[in-house]
Every structure is written in structure tokens, then in C-alpha cells.
């Protein structure tokens, strides 16, 4: 539709081969995710009612009027989005793009191996894995948390490579 083709772009975060990540790195990302997250509060939204990875990442940014306020204009006219009928009556909600998970996640790509990391894992690897189940737990809350402490410390401070991700319980 014309729609799609004004929404905001999210560009994949390209890096060489061999790049060695820093805190710095993750910092940047956190700035730049939440500046996004901040002035994009479709997005905001959408990330708070996909659950999982995605609601831990946003849920900081938190803004209940935003999250009251209902869908964005875009969710009634584009495919992006989420319908329930309830008789004849419709609940329409926000869907975020692959690239806006991707974004939100901390996806890089490696140029010339096309070979991706990310800080966080797809919601999709994060739905198989041993920690979630259904709800934001404690055991998912424990490894958010551990994850946090890797990426402030330089030893431990490295994304993940996408096809390896299997976040372990606490």
C-alpha cells in the first residue's frame, strides 16, 4: 500500500568481519533503541503487546497513556497489523515489522559473511527456548538480568550470534 512505503525505516547495523564489540557498542544501541522506542510510540506499543523479549526490552519506556491511547492510524490501513472479530465488531492492533525486531533486538550484520548477532535473541528463538513460558518469569527476569551484567562488563560484552542463541535458565 502508499501507507508502507512512509513508514520509518529501521536499517540493519552492518559491521566488518573479525569486529570486536564493546560496551560502547551496547550503549549506543540502548540510546538509539530507546530514542526509537520514544519517538516512535507505534512501535512502542506494538513491543509491549507482542509479550516475551520484546515487552522486557520496551518495558522500561513505559507510557500507560500511550499504551491506553489504542492502535496507530497505520494499524487500520496497512497489513501490519492484528485483527480480532468479535462478532461484528473488530480489534485491530499494531504489528511491528522484521526490521523493527531486528532493530529492537541489536541485530548486526557482518557485511561480507552476512552472518548476524544481536543482543537478544528473535522473539521466535526466544519462544522456543527453556525460559519462556507464556509469561514473563523469574527465570527469564534472572537471565535478562544476567545478560545485562555481560553487557557491562568488556570480558563479556558480545552479541550473540544469531543461529547459536539458546538462552539457558538463571
Known amino acids: 500500500s502508499a501507507l508502507s512505503a512512509t513508514r520509518p525505516l529501521v536499517n540493519p547495523l552492518l559491521r566488518p568481519p573479525g569486529y570486536q564489540f564493546t560496551t560502547r557498542d551496547y550503549d549506543a ?4 533503541r530507546d530514542w526509537y522506542l520514544f519517538t516512535h510510540p ?7 503487546l507482542s509479550g516475551g523479549i520484546l515487552w522486557r526490552i520496551a518495558v522500561h519506556m513505559l ?12 494499524a487500520h490501513f496497512t497489513d501490519l497489523r492484528t485483527q480480532v472479530w ?9 504489528l511491528l515489522t522484521q526490521d523493527e525486531t531486528d532493530f529492537l533486538c541489536g541485530k548486526y550484520v557482518d557485511f561480507v559473511t552476512k552472518a548476524t548477532h544481536s543482543w537478544w535473541p528473535e522473539p ?12 514473563w ?7 535478562y538480568r544476567r545478560k545485562l551484567r555481560d553487557y557491562s562488563s568488556p570480558a563479556t560484552c558480545v552479541p550473540i ?8 535458565t538463571a
Open 63 to 74: 507510557d500507560v497513556d500511550e499504551l491506553l491511547r489504542g492502535p496507530s492510524t497505520w
Open 161 to 168: 550470534r544469531r543461529r547459536d542463541y539458546r538462552p539457558k
Open 137 to 143: 518469569s523469574d527465570s527469564a527476569e534472572s537471565w
Open 42 to 48: 507505534r512501535v512502542l506499543r506494538a513491543a509491549l
Open 86 to 94: 468479535l462478532g461484528n465488531d473488530s480489534i485491530v492492533e499494531d
Open 124 to 135: 521466535k528463538q526466544f519462544a522456543r527456548s527453556a525460559i519462556d513460558r507464556g509469561w
Open 29 to 32: 544501541y540502548v540510546e538509539t
